[in-house]
């Protein structure tokens, strides 16, 4: 007896007919406006994304979350490798690490917004705050894991801190900076929503606080579908294919 076998594909496109039609059956069974059926999400999201509203906040949303990415990033990596090589300065920082760690991103937000107004400044430095102590962490841990005998034979070779960074240093590092990455946008993008909720005119998390003041429920599904379609292209279109290309050393 032949085992009827499916693709990652067909799995994939399988669990999203499941999820829509129990997403579906419920909104028939419930029948309340509480949850819309996935056809009045799709026909609103149709209805926004005709008009320009929905692209226009999404712009503003996507442009801010990827000013925080950049710079959580940037600062991030950098601090983190100081910190894995340094161990008296990681003995230094550490507290202050957990500290921020342990703060919770709505007191950021809202310390940021009283001590520097509302303004795009504001929001951005309580995305950023929020997130660079976990791309530290990461990025720490993975220089803490660096093989001293690789680094050692680059020694012995001479390479230059060039070479040494994008033969022997990157290699081992590209799992942590991946992780950081994908766990970054997640955040980010979360706490961008309640920094634009609290505090900006413009941006999905100012739309979502319309829509909730309005009991729109499907409004709110159908933006979430938006930022999360957007969220999944950035993932299948620039990270797996950056990823795909750092690990060509390994085939």
Known sequence: MQVFKLSTTQLTLLSFVIFISFWQLLAIYLHQASLPSPYVVAIILFQEIKSGVLPYHLGITLGRLSISFAIAMSFGCMFGILLGQHQRLDAFFDHWLVIFLNIPALVTIILCYVWFGLNETAAILAVVINKLPNVVVTIREGTRALDVELLEMARS?????????????????????????????ALIWKIILVVELLGRSNGMGYQLHLFFQLFDVASILAYTVAFIAVIQLIESLILKPLDRKAQQWRI
Not at 159 to 176: A, E, M, N
């Open 157 to 185: 070779y001479k390479f230059g801190w060039r070479k040494t960074f994008l033969h022997v240093i990157w290699p081992q590092l590209h799992p942590f900076v991946m992780t950081a990455t994908r766990s970054g946008l």
